[in-house]
């Protein structure tokens, strides 16, 4: 059992490290969709600037309809304000009868009526702190987004500046790229002049010409002759040691003297001498 839990482990985590590599390569691959040449660039910042201004048209809309809200609120705040005006001077009016007033009915009828107001009143005091403290802290959140959404304006607009200092950038990068390839004389066929067209064919034939030489000096047939003319100085010369020999062996044989071995004059004379 415990092995095939570790056979289970082992082929879970081998899908996991195959996937993650996928994806690598992947995004590897779209990365350099966007970095090899100008126009993947410019696509890059298209990209990024339609997206920017996806978010902004979101926010700006969230914004706005935060900003309803709290404009029915302070609306709704005003017309508390309005109607609680109005109340404390109806309370004061039944104030000022009960004030006055001699019939005890009437009396219990303007306190009846200032009690109404009073209370009245208070519910309109609890629902403008109410509408006070709501206010107050959606402004404190609308500034938050108001700055988001401003920053996010002003990076849209800065857009187009930073993709042509980008564009600019790898342009310029490139072309000391290639500078630096020629000063180094790292240049590719089609961009060689006709002068080391020239000079890089004479190396060339320079070079097969050394080879032809020494094949020409390993071909076998130079090799027989070279031996053949040996051969032949060598049988010359042993002949003329033996007829040389066989002169003197005649000569002492008739006079019964010996003489001495026979040399070449310097003069060429090659008779032997007695």
Do not use: C
Not at 153 to 177: F, G, M, Y
């Amino acid at each position: 059992m415990e092995q095939r839990v570790g056979i289970i482990r082992a082929l879970f985590r081998y899908l996991r490290f195959w996937n993650w590599r996928q994806a690598r390569f992947i995004l590897d691959a779209t990365d350099a969709q966007f970095t090899g040449d100008v126009q993947g660039i410019a696509y890059a910042f298209d990209i990024h600037s339609d997206d920017l201004i996806a978010q902004y048209n979101g926010l700006r809309n969230a914004v706005a309809q935060v900003e309803v809200v709290l404009e029915q609120k302070r609306t709704r705040l005003h017309g508390l304000n309005d109607k609680e005006a109005v109340l404390i001077r109806q309370r004061e009016g039944a104030l000022s009868r009960a004030e006055s007033e001699k019939d005890p009915a009437e009396m219990e009828k303007h306190k009846v009526a200032f009690e109404r107001f009073q209370n009245q009143i208070s519910e309109i005091e609890a629902e403008q702190a109410k509408l006070e403290t709501e206010i107050s802290e959606i402004s404190a959140s609308m500034k938050k987004h108001m700055y988001q959404l401003t920053k996010l304006q002003s990076e849209v607009q800065r857009l187009p500046e930073q993709k042509a200092n980008a564009i600019a950038d790898h342009v310029t990068a490139n072309q000391i790229i290639a500078l630096n390839d020629r000063l180094n004389g790292l240049q590719s066929s089609i961009d060689r002049g006709p002068i080391e067209a020239v000079l890089k064919a004479n190396r060339e034939l320079t070079a097969k010409a050394r080879i032809t030489e020494k094949l020409a000096g390993t071909d076998v047939r130079l090799q027989d002759e070279e031996y053949a003319q040996a051969g032949s100085q060598s049988v010359s010369n042993t002949s003329f040691d033996q007829l040389l020999a066989a002169r003197k062996a005649e000569r002492e044989a008739k006079t019964g003297v010996k003489t001495e071995p026979a040399t070449v004059s310097e003069t060429g004379d090659s008779r032997p001498r007695i």
